[in-house]
């Protein structure tokens, strides 16, 4: 399996970004696809899940400025960020997961990408 996540970077507080993530080597709409973040020293901790039915899970404080997507066809999954914060710093990472999942259901992610980072300046 290989997850590969893009759309990272530096942006003003206020700002957007749009994350990307391509996958292979998987049946893609048998899993469960998730954001996750993670800070230096920190756990990971999940930020968007859309499981295998496309029911979606945020983090709340991902409610209401960050949209997670996927699109079967293209084996790809998104991550809208709206009104970004200082305190959204962070690297993010493209996980793969069991069919029904949530964000809080870190442990059922097995396969994970590299991350990209997005920096949100004051």
């Known amino acids: 399996v290989h997850l590969a996540e893009s759309g990272g970077g530096l942006v003003q507080s206020g700002g957007s970004l749009r994350l990307s993530c391509t996958a292979s080597?998987?049946?893609?709409?048998?899993?469960?696809m998730g954001w996750f973040r993670q800070a230096p020293g920190k756990e990971r901790e999940g930020v968007a899940v859309i499981d295998g039915d496309g029911h979606t899970s945020y983090e709340d404080s991902a409610k209401g400025r960050f949209t997670i997507s996927r699109d079967n066809a293209k084996n790809a999954l998104f991550l809208q960020m709206n009104s970004l914060k200082p305190e959204d710093t962070d690297m993010y990472y493209c996980?793969?997961?069991?069919?029904?999942?949530?964000?809080?259901?870190?442990?059922?992610?097995?396969?994970w990408g590299q991350g990209t980072q997005v920096t949100v300046s004051s």
């Open positions: 996980a793969a997961g069991h069919f029904y999942s949530t964000y809080e259901d870190v442990n059922n992610f097995d396969d």
């Open positions: 080597g998987l049946r893609f709409d048998d899993y469960s």
